[in-house]
T-cell receptor, first 115, second 112 residues
Framework: AQSVTQPDIHITVSEGASLELRCNYS??????LFWYVQSPGQGLQLLLK??????LVQGIKGFEAEFKRSQSSFNLRKPSVHWSDAAEYFC?????????????FGRGTSLIVHP | NAGVTQTPKFRVLKTGQSMTLLCAQD?????MYWYRQDPGMGLRLIHY???????AKGEVPDGYNVSRLKKQNFLLGLESAAPSQTSVYFC???????????FGPGTRLTVL
């Protein structure tokens, strides 16, 4: 069974600083990987996803993530954080099951942005 | 285009009461999912459906039942609510041509 670890419960950065959120996964085959963002009181919005091909994936809102198979990681990065990026971030790994798609989510990392 | 909607947004139940949460999507998606979100636990899959008339168990199915009588609707039922079911419930849907899940805004349920 697949699993996802987000080692950081909270991350605090200053506005304008760079950001890296860590995600490690465990899965026997090539994984499908996702990053979602959740603003307070809202549902989840997809930031980016990796299925195959280029290991550096570009997403919305200026985010990117790099798939590193040797490290079983899929870290999320942003070069310059904006105050509006303060939110909860979830990494997810996906496994196909009989044609359906079953994702497993990490516990989330809460991003705090200081002005 | 409303996307994924959930009804109700908030609900308070007493232990032992029953209720049904409704998820509706207007994107003609085949797949639908019910998750619960608890502090520090991320999202955990309760049940899912790969098409009209089909349902399957997820990671934490106990205490819940689901039905998918119409393609656009996915119902989550609690027959006898327990305080451990206090949570925020999210519905999601996905089409066959995409691996992107679209989430609803959530239902906050409190069981006293």
């Amino acid at each position: 069974a697949q699993s996802v670890t987000q080692p950081d419960i909270h991350i605090t950065v200053s506005e304008g600083a760079s950001l890296e959120l860590r995600c490690n996964y465990s899965y026997g085959a090539t994984p499908y990987l996702f990053w979602y963002v959740q603003s307070p009181g809202q549902g989840l919005q997809l930031l980016l996803k990796y299925f195959s091909g280029d290991t550096l994936v570009q997403g919305i809102k200026g985010f990117e993530a790099e798939f590193k198979r040797s490290q079983s990681s899929f870290n999320l990065r942003k070069p310059s954080v904006h105050w509006s990026d303060a939110a909860e971030y979830f990494c997810a790994v996906g496994a196909r099951a009989g044609g359906s798609y079953i994702p497993t989510f990490g516990r989330g990392t809460s991003l705090i942005v200081h002005p | 285009n409303a996307g994924v909607t959930q009804t109700p947004k908030f609900r308070v139940l007493k232990t032992g009461q029953s209720m049904t949460l409704l998820c509706a999507q207007d994107m003609n998606h085949e797949y639908m999912y019910w998750y619960r979100q608890d502090p520090g636990m991320g999202l955990r899959l309760i049940h899912y459906s790969v098409g009209e008339g089909t349902t399957a168990k997820g990671e934490v199915p106990d205490g819940y039942n689901v039905s998918r009588l119409k393609k656009q609707n996915f119902l989550l039922g609690l027959e006898s609510a327990a305080p451990s079911q206090t949570s925020v419930y999210f519905c999601a849907s996905r089409g066959t041509s995409t691996d992107t899940q679209y989430f609803g805004p959530g239902t906050r349920l409190t069981v006293l």
